[in-house]
Nanobody, 119 residues
């Protein structure tokens, strides 16, 4: 069992930055793949970035070059550094912890953190 808590959301101006955190408690954090998703009002939840157990990363085309996902297993935390923010990045951001090889969207979810990009 893993409990996930996202934090770090808020209001940012276009071109600004935010860093989201996904803190885990419970079972061994280092065995989980961590995915960040986002969901804008009226839209489906989309995968933004992933980091594997070994630290390999993948990004959606829409955020590639602007967002960076990283993990600190000693702190049981995954980060999403978001730079050059755009209004279209506005959404609720969720992290998901799943066993390597399992389907995207399976596993454990956090409660989400709101990110609003507006001038």
């Amino acid at each position: 069992q893993v409990q996930l808590v996202e934090s770090g959301g808020g209001l940012a101006q276009p071109g600004g930055s935010l860093r989201l955190s996904c803190a885990a408690s419970g079972s061994s954090f280092s065995i989980y793949v961590i995915d960040w998703y986002r969901q804008a009002p009226g839209k489906q939840r989309d995968l933004v970035a992933s980091i594997t157990v070994g630290g390999n990363t993948n990004y959606a085309d829409s955020v590639k070059g602007r967002f960076t996902i990283s993990r600190d297993n000693a702190k049981n935390t995954v980060y999403l550094q978001m730079d050059s923010l755009k209004p279209e990045d506005t959404a609720v951001y969720y992290c998901n912890a799943r066993i390597s090889g399992s389907f995207y969207g399976s596993g454990y979810w956090g409660q989400g953190t709101q990110v609003t990009v507006s001038s």
